[in-house]
C-alpha cells in the first residue's frame, strides 16, 4: 500500500506544490497578518501567486502516459492537463484581477482571501483528475467550501452575505443528493472507482432491467447529476448561480464561471465517459444503462440550460447578473459537446474552454475595473462608455461579440466547434436550438454596446474616465487571444484533439 | 499584371481603417487617408477588371493557402465574371461613399472611415470567398461596421433601426451555418471524402444530396440570402435601416451590400442545390414578382424621398429575383446587369438625396418644388438618374430590365407569361411613382422659401455624381462591356441547371473546375 | 441479523425527510439541520452495503463524509452568523435582495 503512494508522489508534484502553497500562505498569515494588516495581504497574495507560478511550470515536465496515482483516486492523462493548466491560469489571472480589486482590498482579511483561492485551485486540480466516487465527492467539497467563504468575502456587503448564505445551503444540499446517489451505486456495484464501475455493470452482472436494481441506478445516476449539475449551474440546478455570481466580489465570479464550471465539466465527462462505457457488449457510450436515451436527457437539459440563460439574460441591468445568466447559457452550449459523447464533441468543449477562459475573464474583467471607476454594474451607467474609455469600450464589445460567436473572433470558432460536433452526430435540431439562442444573446450582448456607443451618457457627463496604465495592458492582453483564436485556432484545436485521444478509458 | 492582385485588393481597405484609427489625430487626414486607401483599390481593382477572361468560366486570381489543417478551411478566394463584375462595383462605390459623406459627418470620423473601410474589406471578401467557412466570416463581419454606421451617424430612430437590422440578418445568417457544418459533412460521407467548406469541391458534391433534405438546405441558404436581398415578406428592415443609416450607409446599403444576397443566391443556392433551386424557382420568382408590384405601391405613397428611393428598392431588386428563378442566360445577365444598375442609379439616388437633405435637413416632397430653376445642375443629375432608375432605353435601367423579362418570357422552368406581364406592370409604376416624385420636387412652384437660399452642387458633388452617371449612359449604350466578361460564367451556372432540369446530372462524371 | 432492506428503508426514510424539510423548512439553521440529517441517511446507507457486501471501503467514505460534513456545518454556521450580524434574521424570505 505504502509503495502505491511512494510511487504516485513523483507524478503528483504540481498538486503537492498547490497544497503547500494553501499551507504556507495559511501560516504567514497566522503568523504575520491580522486586522488592519492591509499589506501582509498582499503578501499572502504574492506567495500564492508564486505558488501558482512554480506550479504551472513544474506541468510542461510532467510525464502525460495516461495512469492512475494512488490506487485508483487520481487518473493522470493529457485531458486532466488540459483542464490543470486551464484552472491554474485562471488562478493566476484571478489573484492579478484580485489585488486590484478595491472590493477585495478594502476587506481587512484580504490575506485569507488569497488563502482560499489556492485551496479551491488544489480542490479544482483534485477534480480534473478524480476516478474515485470518494476524490469526486472530497474534491468538490473541497472546491464548494472554500467558494461559500469567498463568495460571503464582502461581510459588510449584504448582498454578498446573501449570496454566501444561499450557495452553503443550495450547494449542501446538492451534495447531499449526490451523495446519496453515491451510496446507491457503490451498493449495486460494490466498488468506489469508477473503473471497477464501469467493468462490473458492463458485465451485466449486478443489474437486471426487470428488477428493482435497474430502478435503483437509474435513480442514483440522476441523483448524481443533481450534484454535478448543481457545479456547472445546469437547469434546473441553477438557482444559485445568479445570486452568487452578483454577490461574490467580482474576480472570485470570474473564477467560479471559468474555472469552478470547467473542473465541474472534467469531473462530470470523466464520470459518465468511463462509468458507463460499455465495452462487453460493445454497446459504446452509455452502453450499460440500456432503455433510457440519456444522450437526449443531457440533450434536453442543454436545451433548457441555454435558452433559460439567454432568455432571462434579456432583462438583467446589472451586467454582473447578465454576466451570470450569459454563463449559465454557455454550460448550455458546452453541454452540447456533452451530448454526443464523441471525440469531436470532447475537443470542441476543451476548445471552447479555452476560448470562453479569454472570452468571459475579459469580460468580468471589465466589469471589474468600471465598477472600481464608477461604483456601478448597471447598465445605465455604461452609457457613452465607448466615448469615455475608448480602449474598454472597445476591449469590452470584442469580449462580448465573441461571446455572441460573430466572425472573426474567437466566440465563433468555439460554437463552430460545438455545432458540427452535434451536426456530425445529426443532432440537427440541437444545433438549430443553438443557433437560436446565440441571436438571442446577440440582442442582449448588444444592449451594452447600445448603451456604450450609441446613446449619449445618463446625466450629460462626457468627461473621459481614466484607467490605470495597468489596466489598459490587461485588457489588450485580452483582446489578443480573442481575435488570434478567431483566425488562426489550427494549434488550439490540434491541442484540443490530442487531449482528448489520450483520455484514460 | 500585378502578383496576387486579389489578396492586395481584399486586405488594403483594412490595411487603410489601421492607417486612419493610427492617424486618428486629425478629422482630415482621416478622410484623405480614407480616400486615397479606397481610390488605390479601385485602381488596383480594374487589373481584375481588365486582366479577366471572359472565355474561361473557371474561377481566376485563385489564391488558396491552407488555413486550418484540422477542419480542412482554407483561405481559398478567386473570381469568376460573376463575382468580379460585383468586387469591382464594390471598389467603384466605397470611394465616392466616402467623399460624399466629407462634410456631412462630422462626428466621430476616423471612427466611421475606418467602419467604411472594413465594411469594404468584408464585402470584397464575400465576393471572392471560395470556401464557405471564409465567406460566412466575411459574411458576419459586415454586421458589425453596419450596426455601428446606421446606430451611431444615424437619424433619430437610428437605434431601433440598426438593432432591426441586426436581429434579421443574424437570424437568417446563423440557420445558414448549420446547413453549411452539414454540407461539409455531408461531403465527408462521401466515398474517399473528408470534412470540407471549399466551394468548388461542394459544387459537385452538393447536388448529390437527395432532394427532401437538399430543400431543407436550400431554404436555409436561401432565408438568409432572402432577408439580405430582400425579398417581399423579409424586406421590413430595409426602409428603417435606409431611412435612419446617413447618406454613405445607404448608398453602401443599397449599392453593394443588397447584391451579397443576390449574389448568394447564384452562387450558392443555384449551383449548390440544382434541383431544389428548380423547384423552388417558381416559388421565388412569385416572391420577385409580388416584391416588384408591392415595392413599387408602397413608393407612390411616400411623403419622405429616401423613404420612396428605399421601397424602390424593394421592387428593383425583386427584378433580379425574378431574373434568377427564371434559369435563362438571359435572365441571369439581366439580373446581373441589374444589379450592377441598381448599385449605380440608387446609389446615386441617395447621394442626391443625401445633398438636398445637407442643404435644407430635410427630406419631405412636400417641402421642395420649383428647384430646376434655382439649382438647374442639381436638377439635371437628378433627372438623369431618376430615368435611369426607371428604364428608359438608352440608360442602364433599360438593359437590365429587359433582359430579364425577356429571360423570364423565355424561361421553361417558369413556363408561365403571367411572370412577365405583372412584373412588366412594375415598371409602368416604376415610371409613375418616380416622376411624379421628380415632378413635386423639382418643378413647379416653391412651397417654401427657404428653397429659394439653395445654393448649387459643388465641384466635389459633381465629381461624385459624373463618374456614377457615366456608367448609367455606358451599360445604357453599351452593355457588352460588362456582359461579355460575365457570360462564360453565367452560361456554365445555367448548363449545369438545365442538365438538372433534363434529368442528365450525372453525380460523379462532373468535374466543373 | 438485521436484512439490508431495513436499513436502507430507514435510510431513504431519513434521506426524504432531509429533502422536505431543505424544500419547505424557512429558518437557515433548520435548513442546515436537514442537510446533516440528508448526509447521515448516506451514511448509514453506506454502512449497511459495507456489511452487507463485506467490502470495507464503504465505511472509509463514512468517515470522510463526517468530516467534510462537520467543517461544512463550520463554514455555513459562520455564514449565517454574518448573516445575521448584517440583517437581524435567519428566515430566507427575508433574504431576498438578489431576484431574478
Redesign the interface.
Known amino acids: 500500500m505504502i509503495e502505491i503512494i511512494f510511487e504516485s508522489i513523483p507524478s503528483f508534484w504540481p498538486e503537492i506544490t498547490l497544497s503547500l502553497t494553501f499551507v504556507i500562505s495559511m501560516i504567514v498569515e497566522f503568523i504575520v497578518g491580522g486586522k488592519g494588516k492591509k499589506s501582509t495581504g498582499m503578501t499572502t497574495g504574492l506567495i500564492v501567486l508564486l505558488g501558482f507560478t512554480v506550479t504551472i511550470l513544474q506541468m510542461p515536465f510532467q510525464d502525460l502516459e495516461p495512469r492512475l496515482l494512488f490506487g485508483t483516486m487520481i487518473t493522470l492523462d493529457p485531458f486532466a492537463a488540459f483542464f490543470k493548466y486551464l484552472i491554474v491560469a485562471a488562478g493566476i489571472i484571478v489573484i492579478v484581477f484580485s489585488m486590484q480589486s478595491h472590493e477585495v482590498r478594502r476587506q481587512e482579511t484580504v490575506g485569507e482571501f488569497f488563502c482560499f483561492i489556492a485551496a479551491m485551485t488544489f480542490g479544482m486540480f483534485l477534480m480534473a483528475g478524480a476516478s474515485n466516487l470518494l476524490m469526486i465527492y472530497l474534491s468538490i467539497e473541497l472546491v464548494s467550501l472554500s467558494s461559500y467563504i469567498l463568495a460571503g468575502f464582502s461581510k459588510k456587503l449584504k448582498r454578498s452575505g446573501e449570496a454566501a448564505l444561499k450557495y452553503v445551503l443550495f450547494g449542501g444540499a446538492a451534495s447531499g443528493v449526490m451523495l446519496y446517489g453515491m451510496s446507491l451505486l457503490y451498493g449495486l456495484t460494490g466498488a468506489l472507482d469508477i473503473y471497477s464501475i464501469q467493468s462490473t455493470l458492463a458485465a451485466g452482472m449486478v443489474v437486471d432491467v426487470h428488477d428493482w436494481s435497474f430502478v435503483v441506478l437509474m435513480l442514483s445516476i440522476i441523483m448524481i447529476l443533481v450534484g454535478f449539475g448543481y457545479k456547472i449551474s445546469a437547469v434546473p440546478f441553477h438557482f444559485w448561480t445568479p445570486d452568487v455570481y452578483e454577490g461574490a466580489p467580482v474576480s472570485v465570479t470570474a473564477y467560479l464561471s471559468v474555472a469552478s464550471k470547467a473542473a465541474g465539466f472534467a469531473v462530470m465527462v470523466r464520470f459518465f465517459y468511463v462509468a458507463f462505457f460499455d465495452s462487453v457488449l460493445d454497446l459504446g457510450k452509455w452502453g450499460s444503462l440500456p432503455l433510457v436515451d440519456w444522450n437526449m436527457i443531457i440533450a434536453l437539459l442543454s436545451v433548457l440550460t441555454m435558452t433559460l440563460g439567454n432568455v432571462v439574460a434579456i432583462w438583467q441591468d446589472n451586467l454582473k447578473r447578465m454576466l451570470a445568466y450569459s454563463s449559465i447559457a454557455h454550460a448550455g452550449y458546452i453541454m452540447m459537446g456533452l451530448v454526443v459523447m464523441s471525440d469531436l464533441g470532447l475537443t470542441a468543449m476543451l476548445a471552447y474552454f479555452v476560448i470562453y477562459f479569454f472570452m468571459n475573464l475579459g469580460a468580468f474583467y471589465i466589469v471589474m475595473s468600471v465598477a472600481d471607476r464608477i461604483g456601478s454594474e448597471h447598465i445605465d451607467d455604461y452609457r457613452g462608455l465607448g466615448k469615455r474609455a475608448p480602449v474598454i469600450g472597445v476591449g469590452f464589445s470584442i469580449f462580448l461579440v465573441s461571446l455572441t460567436g460573430l466572425p472573426p473572433l474567437a466566440g465563433f470558432i468555439g460554437k463552430w466547434m460545438l455545432f458540427s460536433a452535434v451536426i456530425e452526430a445529426h443532432y440537427i435540431w440541437l444545433a438549430v436550438i443553438g443557433v437560436l439562442n446565440s441571436a438571442i444573446s446577440l440582442y442582449y450582448y448588444a444592449r451594452v454596446f447600445r448603451n456604450m456607443y450609441l446613446r449619449e451618457p445618463l446625466n450629460g457627463d462626457e468627461s473621459p474616465i481614466t484607467f490605470s496604465p495597468l489596466v489598459i495592458v490587461i485588457t489588450i492582453l485580452f483582446i489578443i487571444p480573442n481575435i488570434i483564436f478567431g483566425v488562426y485556432f489550427g494549434p488550439l484545436i490540434s491541442y484540443a484533439q490530442r487531449s482528448v485521444e489520450l483520455f484514460l478509458q | 499584371m500585378i502578383p496576387h492582385v486579389l489578396n492586395v485588393v481584399l486586405f488594403l481597405p483594412l490595411i487603410g481603417a489601421a492607417a486612419v484609427m493610427l492617424a486618428r489625430r486629425s478629422d482630415s487626414a482621416a478622410r484623405w487617408t480614407g480616400v486615397v486607401f479606397s481610390l488605390l483599390t479601385f485602381v488596383l481593382s480594374l487589373e481584375l477588371f481588365f486582366g479577366y477572361d471572359a472565355n474561361n468560366p473557371a474561377m481566376q486570381f485563385v489564391e488558396k493557402v491552407s488555413w486550418i489543417p484540422a477542419l480542412n478551411v482554407s483561405y481559398h478566394v478567386g473570381l469568376d465574371g460573376i463575382s468580379m463584375l460585383l468586387v469591382v462595383l464594390t471598389t467603384f462605390i466605397t470611394p465616392i461613399v466616402l467623399i460624399s459623406s466629407w462634410s456631412s459627418i462630422t462626428k466621430n470620423v476616423p471612427l466611421y472611415i475606418a467602419m467604411m473601410l472594413i465594411l469594404e474589406t468584408a464585402m470584397i471578401g464575400v465576393f471572392s470567398s471560395l470556401d464557405i467557412f471564409l465567406f460566412y466570416v466575411f459574411w458576419e463581419m459586415i454586421l458589425i461596421p453596419m450596426y455601428f454606421i446606421i446606430g451611431i451617424w444615424g437619424g433619430k430612430n437610428r437605434i431601433y433601426a440598426t438593432v432591426k437590422f441586426f436581429i434579421y440578418t443574424m437570424v437568417g445568417s446563423l440557420l445558414m451555418l448549420i446547413a453549411i457544418i452539414w454540407l461539409g459533412y455531408y461531403a465527408s460521407t462521401m466515398p474517399g471524402g473528408e470534412f470540407t467548406t471549399d466551394i468548388t469541391m461542394l459544387f459537385d458534391i452538393a447536388p448529390t444530396i437527395p432532394l427532401g433534405i437538399q430543400g431543407w438546405m436550400f431554404a436555409a441558404f436561401a432565408l438568409s440570402f432572402l432577408i439580405k436581398v430582400p425579398a417581399f415578406p423579409l424586406h421590413t428592415w430595409l426602409p428603417d435601416a435606409h431611412v435612419e443609416a446617413p447618406t454613405g450607409g445607404s448608398v453602401i446599403l443599397a449599392g453593394v451590400l443588397l447584391k451579397m444576397g443576390t449574389y448568394g443566391l447564384i452562387r450558392f443556392n443555384l449551383q449548390l442545390f440544382p434541383q431544389a433551386s428548380l423547384e423552388f424557382a417558381s416559388f421565388l420568382s412569385v416572391l420577385g414578382v409580388v416584391g416588384i408590384i408591392y415595392g413599387a405601391l408602397v413608393s407612390m405613397v411616400q411623403k419622405d424621398v429616401k423613404k420612396l428611393v428605399a421601397y424602390s428598392s424593394v421592387s428593383h431588386m425583386g427584378f433580379i429575383l425574378l431574373g434568377l428563378f427564371g434559369v435563362t442566360v438571359t435572365g441571369l445577365q439581366g439580373g446581373l446587369i441589374q444589379m450592377v444598375n441598381h448599385g449605380l442609379s440608387t446609389g446615386a439616388l441617395f447621394l442626391i438625396v443625401g445633398m438636398i437633405y445637407d442643404r435644407r435637413h430635410t427630406r419631405m416632397i412636400e417641402e421642395f418644388g420649383g428647384l430646376a430653376r434655382q439649382i438647374p445642375i442639381f436638377a439635371t443629375f437628378f433627372m438623369i438618374v431618376t430615368l435611369s432608375s426607371i428604364g428608359l432605353p438608352g440608360l442602364n435601367g433599360f438593359v437590365g430590365e429587359f433582359l430579364i423579362l425577356l429571360g423570364s418570357f423565355q424561361s421553361d422552368v417558369l413556363g408561365s407569361p403571367w411572370y412577365v406581364v405583372f412584373a412588366a406592370s412594375g415598371v409602368v409604376f416604376a415610371a409613375v411613382y418616380m416622376l411624379w416624385m421628380y415632378q413635386r420636387v423639382v418643378f413647379g412652384v416653391s412651397r417654401n422659401p427657404e428653397n429659394e437660399k439653395l445654393s448649387d452642387l459643388s465641384i466635389r458633388e459633381i465629381g461624385l455624381l459624373l463618374p456614377v452617371v457615366l456608367f448609367i449612359v455606358w451599360i445604357g449604350v453599351y452593355p457588352s462591356t460588362f456582359l461579355d466578361k460575365t457570360e462564360s460564367s453565367v452560361q456554365r451556372v445555367v448548363e449545369k441547371l438545365e442538365k438538372v432540369q433534363r434529368g442528365e446530372y450525372l453525380t460523379t462524371s462532373v468535374s466543373e473546375q | 441479523m438485521v436484512p439490508i432492506h431495513y436499513y ?1 428503508i430507514l435510510s431513504a426514510v431519513m ?1 426524504i425527510t ?2 422536505v424539510g ?1 424544500l419547505t423548512r424557512r429558518n ?1 439553521i433548520i ?2 439541520m436537514c ?1 446533516e440529517l ?2 447521515n ?2 451514511n448509514l ?2 454502512v ?2 459495507s456489511a ?2 463485506g ?1 470495507e ?2 465505511q ?2 463514512v468517515f ?2 463526517m468530516a ?1 460534513a462537520a ?2 456545518a463550520a ?2 454556521l459562520a ?2 452568523i ?2 445575521f450580524r ?2 437581524q434574521t435567519v428566515n ?1 424570505n427575508d ?4 431576484r ?1
Open positions: 436502507l434521506f432531509g429533502v431543505v437557515a435548513i442546515f442537510i440528508m448526509l441517511s448516506v446507507t453506506f449497511a452495503f452487507y457486501l467490502n471501503t464503504g472509509m467514505f470522510f463524509i467534510v467543517a461544512e463554514v455555513g455564514i449565517v454574518a448573516l448584517n440583517r430566507i433574504v431576498n435582495i438578489l431574478w
